[in-house]
């Protein structure tokens, strides 16, 4: 059975910093990987997929890479701003296509 | 697009009543799936569809649920009788094919007190 955990379960960083966020899981047998947003109170935002076969996507100042054998995904925030403050979910998407979620990191970046 | 439309943003009942959830995937999308949002067990997928067939559902707490999709703009999610561990936050998401991005709609906060 799939788990995926994330670690840290919440962060507090400086404007500017670069930060690095945590996804792992037990099943390496994956169809793909998603980074989600999720703002208090409302639906998550899709931020990055990647399918099995890739090692990492790129949009903007985020980063996500996978590494399947080691059951591992990062998600890379250059430049971090206060707009970045939300929950960060990874969801681990199987062959059946069915999606495990994280618990999330609850990011706060401070002005 | 719009996006995924979901209604009632917000739904307060009472224990032992009938709730029903909406929603209206993008158009163009083939799969729709409905999840469960709770602090204690975070986001769990309930069913999910492909082309208006129910694929997987082992994600149904109880009989108690139940979902629909009669056509390609229109999936519904009923709880029969309401109790109130069903409170959460339910979210409907739809995605354009098998293994690309979902997209979630804003989600419905349900409260059975």
Known sequence: ?111 | DAGVIQSPRHEVTEMGQEVTLRCKPISGHDYLFWYRQTMMRGLELLIYFNNNVPIDDSGMPEDRFSAKMPNASFSTLKIQPSEPRDSAVYFCASSRDRGHEQFFGPGTRLTVL
């Not at chain 1, 996500?64 to 080691?70: E, G, N, T, Y």
């Not at chain 1, 925030?77 to 979620?101: H, N, V």
């Open chain 1, 1 to 111: 059975k799939q788990e995926v955990t994330q670690i840290p379960a919440a962060l507090s960083v400086p404007e500017g910093e670069n930060l690095v966020l945590n996804c792992s899981f037990t099943d390496s047998a994956i169809y793909n990987l998603q980074w989600f947003r999720q703002d208090p109170g409302k639906g998550l935002t899709s931020l990055l997929l990647i399918q099995s076969s890739q090692r990492e996507q790129t949009s903007g100042r985020l980063n996500a890479s996978l590494d399947k054998s080691s059951g591992r995904s990062t998600l890379y925030i250059a430049a971090s701003q206060p707009g970045d403050s939300a929950t960060y979910l990874c969801a681990a998407g199987s062959r059946t296509y069915k999606y495990i979620f994280g618990t999330g990191t609850r990011l706060k970046v401070l002005a």
